[in-house]
């Protein structure tokens, strides 16, 4: 209590602000609470006096939780409690108010689609967060392509994804690669007008990208990017890191279709998958992260050898045979379609020959570890239905059954560094489909890539 010693409050006005409320509310007390109040004989329903022992008592037998009731003891200046709890209710609305209209906001995106030259960031309420205009020209390549093209991720590792993407900005200029805040803002763009020569042949712009790959470096991602000639043969692995500082680190005389990471235990690799023009067969290279940059082993002197190019070899680089099935349909080349990381092991697909809707491929299984030993090959199922279509059009002269693919598995060359021949694994044939094969339309339709020339 303010006061402890007994005193006498002669009106409503003193009783209200001895409790801190308004004499309304001290007056319906009286009635409906107990609230010990005292009249003078004939002196009218006004003429009241209360003791402030008496109200001390009767605050004290109140029960728990009467709020209502419970004395708001005055504060300085004299102000009844009601004031400021005004003023903590309006705190708490003006609160309530921002976390609402906070809430209401489009957050930080979790995903972006293209249209056009028009990209769009989608927050996890599928709301937009915002969108940007890309120079007009810039092509939509289709969900496919552009799923390859898009990465949504933390790239600075500052918990806040950052969204990069790859740009077809068409006409001459090649592809450019942007990096966006998550709030939209460009923070960089890259583009290519990479030099260099094969064979005294000289090799420019413009350059297209055909994969992205991110990889983890010391709490952030490096950004793993291939570039491809838009017409002739070369392609090359560009390193960026999160602010867009890049270097060359892999060169390649031939297309890389997909790349990959793998990590080993200290060391990262980086797979590339595609073909070496040069052997005319599919390959693959396997970069460790703390290497130098490097380049394809070639030939030297011929027109496939890089002139100007790092001249470091690669930790690994494998080059894998054509099967008959690749040579007899006439094809340019195998190559290699896909890499994956599955854990203990690498699978590698070799596209040996296609038509309109199947593909048979090979299947090379390798060793996750550093020396990335090859384990088995084995024959998809499709290879071997496509197998006796060339059989029936008598490009074949011997069945699935009796095909010498079935006993030995030909030799993967493999460099590391010196050129030497695989150690040749027995072959894990695939299942043999049953009497029923391609349509006529199909048979009509079996063709390959084209060769870049």
Same mark, same amino acid.
């Given at each position: 209590?303010?006061?402890?010693?007994?005193?006498?409050?002669?009106?409503?006005?003193?009783?209200?602000?001895?409790?801190?409320?308004?004499?309304?509310?001290?007056?319906?007390?009286?009635?409906?609470?107990?609230?010990?109040?005292?009249?003078?004989?004939?002196?009218?329903?006004?003429?009241?006096?209360?003791?402030?022992?008496?109200?001390?008592?009767?605050?004290?037998?109140?029960?728990?939780?009467?709020?209502?009731?419970?004395?708001?003891?005055?504060?300085?200046?004299?102000?009844?409690?009601?004031?400021?709890?005004?003023?903590?209710?309006?705190?708490?609305?003006?609160?309530?108010?921002?976390?609402?209209?906070?809430?209401?906001?489009?957050?930080?995106?979790?995903?972006?689609?293209?249209?056009?030259?028009?990209?769009?960031?989608?927050?996890?309420?599928?709301?937009?967060?915002?969108?940007?205009?890309?120079?007009?020209?810039?092509?939509?390549?289709?969900?496919?392509?552009?799923?390859?093209?898009i990465r949504v991720e933390d790239l600075d590792g500052d918990r806040r994804r950052e969204v990069l993407i790859?740009?077809?900005?068409?006409?001459?200029?090649?592809?450019?690669?942007?990096?966006?805040?998550?709030?939209?803002?460009v923070l960089w763009r890259q583009a290519f007008e990479m030099h260099m020569r094969f064979g005294g042949r000289?090799?420019?712009?413009?350059?297209?990208?055909? +994969?992205?790959?991110?990889?983890?470096?010391?709490?952030?991602?490096?950004?793993?990017?291939?570039?491809?000639?838009?017409?002739?043969?070369?392609?090359?692995?560009?390193?960026?890191?999160?602010?867009?500082?890049?270097?060359?680190?892999?060169?390649?005389?031939?297309?890389?279709?997909?790349?990959?990471?793998?990590?080993?235990?200290?060391?990262?690799?980086?797979?590339?998958?595609?073909?070496?023009?040069?052997?005319?067969?599919?390959?693959?290279?396997?970069?460790?992260?703390?290497?130098?940059?490097?380049?394809?082993?070639?030939?030297?002197?011929?027109?496939?050898?890089? +002139?100007?190019?790092?001249?470091?070899?690669?930790?690994?680089?494998?080059?894998?045979?054509?099967?008959?099935?690749?040579?007899?349909?006439?094809?340019?080349?195998?190559?290699?379609?896909?890499?994956?990381?599955?854990?203990?092991?690498?699978?590698?697909?070799?596209?040996?020959?296609?038509?309109?809707?199947?593909?048979?491929?090979?299947?090379?299984?390798?060793?996750?570890?550093?020396?990335?030993?090859?384990?088995?090959?084995?024959?998809?199922?499709?290879?071997?239905?496509?197998?006796?279509?060339?059989?029936?059009?008598?490009?074949?002269?011997?069945?699935?059954?009796?095909?010498?693919?079935?006993?030995?598995?030909?030799?993967?060359?493999?460099?590391?560094?010196?050129?030497?021949?695989?150690?040749?694994?027995?072959?894990?044939?695939?299942?043999?489909?049953?009497?029923?094969?391609?349509?006529?339309?199909?048979?009509?339709?079996?063709?390959?890539?084209?060769?870049?020339?």
């Amino acid at each position: 209590m303010a006061e402890k010693e007994n005193k006498r409050l002669d009106s409503w006005k003193e009783v209200a602000s001895y409790l801190g409320r308004d004499v309304r509310t001290v007056s319906r007390w009286e009635k409906t609470r107990g609230l010990p109040v005292h009249r003078l004989p004939g002196a009218g329903h006004h003429a009241v006096f209360v003791y402030t022992d008496e109200i001390d008592r009767w605050l004290a037998g109140l029960p728990d939780g009467v709020l209502e009731i419970t004395r708001a003891i005055p504060l300085r200046g004299g102000r009844p409690a009601w004031v400021y709890a005004s003023g903590i209710l309006a705190v708490f609305f003006i609160a309530g108010a921002v976390a609402w209209l906070t809430a209401s906001r489009p957050g930080p995106p979790e995903r972006v689609t293209i249209s056009g030259s028009k990209l769009i960031a989608w927050d996890r309420k599928e709301r937009m967060s915002w969108s940007y205009d890309f120079p007009p020209g810039a092509t939509d390549l289709g969900p496919e392509i552009m799923a390859r093209r898009i990465r949504v991720e933390d790239l600075d590792g500052d918990r806040r994804r950052e969204v990069l993407i790859a740009v077809q900005l068409g006409g001459d200029g090649g592809d450019e690669l942007y990096c966006f805040s998550p709030e939209g803002k460009v923070l960089w763009r890259q583009a290519f007008e990479m030099h260099m020569r094969f064979g005294g042949r000289e090799f420019g712009n413009p350059w297209w990208i055909q +994969e992205t790959l991110l990889v983890p470096n010391r709490g952030e991602k490096e950004i793993w990017v291939v570039w491809q000639h838009h017409t002739w043969w070369p392609s090359f692995l560009v390193r960026l890191d999160a602010r867009g500082n890049a270097e060359v680190q892999f060169v390649n005389a031939g297309w890389i279709q997909d790349v990959e990471y793998v990590r080993n235990g200290s060391e990262g690799y980086v797979l590339a998958g595609g073909v070496n023009n040069e052997y005319e067969q599919g390959m693959l290279a396997v970069l460790r992260v703390s290497d130098p940059p490097a380049s394809s082993p070639q030939t030297a002197g011929s027109p496939f050898a890089c +002139e100007d190019c790092p001249k470091h070899q690669p930790y690994r680089y494998f080059v894998f045979p054509r099967s008959e099935l690749n040579s007899a349909a006439g094809l340019p080349y195998n190559h290699v379609r896909f890499v994956r990381n599955l854990g203990e092991k690498i699978e590698i697909r070799t596209e040996e020959i296609q038509s309109r809707d199947a593909n048979g491929e090979f299947i090379y299984e390798f060793d996750a570890s550093h020396d990335f030993a090859l384990r088995s090959v084995s024959m998809t199922d499709l290879y071997w239905e496509l197998h006796r279509e060339l059989e029936r059009a008598d490009t074949l002269k011997h069945s699935a059954l009796h095909c010498p693919e079935r006993k030995q598995a030909r030799p993967v060359r493999v460099w590391d560094p010196q050129p030497r021949i695989a150690q040749v694994v027995p072959l894990q044939v695939g299942g043999v489909m049953g009497s029923g094969g391609l349509s006529e339309e199909r048979r009509a339709t079996m063709l390959g890539n084209k060769k870049p020339q």
